[in-house]
Antibody, heavy 121, light 107 residues
Framework: EVQLVESGGGLVQPGGSLRLSCAAS????????MSWVRQAPGKGLEWVAN????????YYVDSVKGRFTISRDNAKNSLYLQMNSLRAEDTAVYYC??????????????WGQGTLVTVSS | DIQMTQSPSSVSASVGDRVTITCRAS??????LAWYQQKPGKAPKLLIY???SLQSGVPSRFSGSGSGTDFTLTISSLQPEDFATYYC?????????FGQGTKVEIK
């Protein structure tokens, strides 16, 4: 059974940093593109970033470029999102998700349960 | 960035009704479109990919159509478990943007 379990969320002050993790199991993690998607409270979904199987390609939404870094450790079956210079508008539930194919499609077939990041003083 | 606009923002319907949700892209995306269902407090669920392909395990009452800039999600006979919010997502180019969502509510 495919499972994605996020962790690392919490309350952080504006300007602070946080590192999210996503532990994957039930599939060959190193074979899939992985993504982070967020959802602000009561709002819609926003794609944040994704990363190629070997980490050689990474893409970001403009609003997080230069502040967030997506990475992965295939030996640990884990995906990460390092978030720096956090702003109030980064407050959201952050989901990790898997691409449905080993070739990049952008379609996300498995999602974690999400981890809440709150940026507030 | 490609903007995705869904309509309506919400729809009230009864069990057994046919429901149609539309999604328009600000520029052509061929068939690079997905539909997701999200229930409160839960992660989104992939329903349709490549505009019209049904994801494994998704009931056949869900269908998708369209290409280019205009797309449709249809629920042929609404079931109680279908009351949720639905999102379209373009996968043609980065960033892979989502529509604002359509909430399907009980009439």
């Amino acid at each position: 059974e495919v499972q994605l379990v996020e962790s690392g969320g919490g309350l952080v002050q504006p300007g602070g940093s946080l590192r999210l993790s996503c532990a994957a199991s039930g599939f060959t993690f190193s074979s899939y593109w992985m993504s982070w998607v967020r959802q602000a409270p009561g709002k819609g979904l926003e794609w944040v970033a994704n990363i190629k199987q070997d980490g050689s390609e990474k893409y970001y939404v403009d609003s997080v470029k230069g502040r967030f870094t997506i990475s992965r450790d295939n030996a640990k079956n884990s995906l990460y999102l390092q978030m720096n210079s956090l702003r109030a508008e980064d407050t959201a539930v952050y989901y990790c998700a898997r691409d449905r194919n080993d070739i990049l499609t952008g379609y996300l077939d498995y999602w974690g349960q999400g981890t809440l990041v709150t940026v507030s003083s | 960035d490609i903007q995705m606009t869904q309509s309506p923002s919400s729809v009230s319907a009864s069990v057994g009704d046919r429901v149609t949700i539309t999604c328009r892209a600000s520029q052509g995306i061929s068939s690079w479109l997905a539909w997701y269902q999200q229930k409160p407090g839960k992660a989104p669920k992939l329903l349709i990919y490549a505009a019209s392909s049904l994801q494994s395990g998704v009931p056949s009452r869900f269908s998708g159509s369209g290409s280019g800039t205009d797309f449709t999600l249809t629920i042929s006979s609404l079931q109680p478990e279908d009351f949720a919010t639905y999102y379209c997502q373009q996968a043609n180019s980065f960033p892979n943007t989502f529509g604002q969502g359509t909430k399907v509510e009980i009439k």
